[in-house]
């Protein structure tokens, strides 16, 4: 037997295309790329969480002169809303990046890590998160939930 996995993700030129509160959001990180610390990749991304209060928790990627102690924009602002906020879910998370000297005009899309992360809180909070990925400037990408990122993901289902 043959099967099929797909998803659906809307496609803007630009961040018009969004709601103005995705719109808000994804200016929320774009801002938030300027308190990342990355001194070694000159990587700047941001992160920022709509929560189910509908307040925003912004995050950016930390990097160590150890290089595998630092970690992603997602993650710090995951666990900063875990920790912070640990009643509330994410509705809707928006991320971008700015490279120091080079453009920033397409999405960029969550590492492994992250989308395993994404994926625990979607679970753990048992609802979907929105994901914006878009660049300073150009595409954006919007996806239904975190999950279409890792199909087949460990939930932790089978631990219980
Ligand atoms: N990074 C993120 O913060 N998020 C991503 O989605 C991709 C990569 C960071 C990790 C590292 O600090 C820098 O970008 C270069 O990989």
Do not use: W
């Amino acid at each position: 037997m043959h099967t099929k996995f797909e998803f659906e993700y809307e496609l803007f030129d630009d961040i018009n295309g969004l709601s103005i509160s995705d719109q808000h959001l994804l200016e929320k990180a774009k801002e938030a790329t300027k308190s990342a610390y990355a001194p070694y990749s000159n990587f700047y991304v941001g992160a920022a969480a709509l929560l189910s209060n509908d307040q925003i928790v912004i995050g950016s990627n930390q990097e160590s002169a150890s290089f595998p102690v630092g970690i992603c924009a997602e993650r710090t602002l995951l666990n900063s809303v875990g920790s912070q906020f640990p009643t509330l879910s994410i509705k809707t998370m928006a991320i971008s990046y700015q490279p120091l000297g080079k453009d920033s005009n397409e999405p960029i899309s969550p590492c492994g890590m992250c989308r395993q992360s994404l994926l625990d809180y979607e679970h753990r909070y048992g609802s979907p998160i929105k994901i914006i990925l878009s660049g300073m400037s150009g595409n954006v990408m919007v996806l239904k939930s975190a999950s279409n990122l890792l199909p087949f993901g460990f939930d932790g289902t089978i631990l219980k």
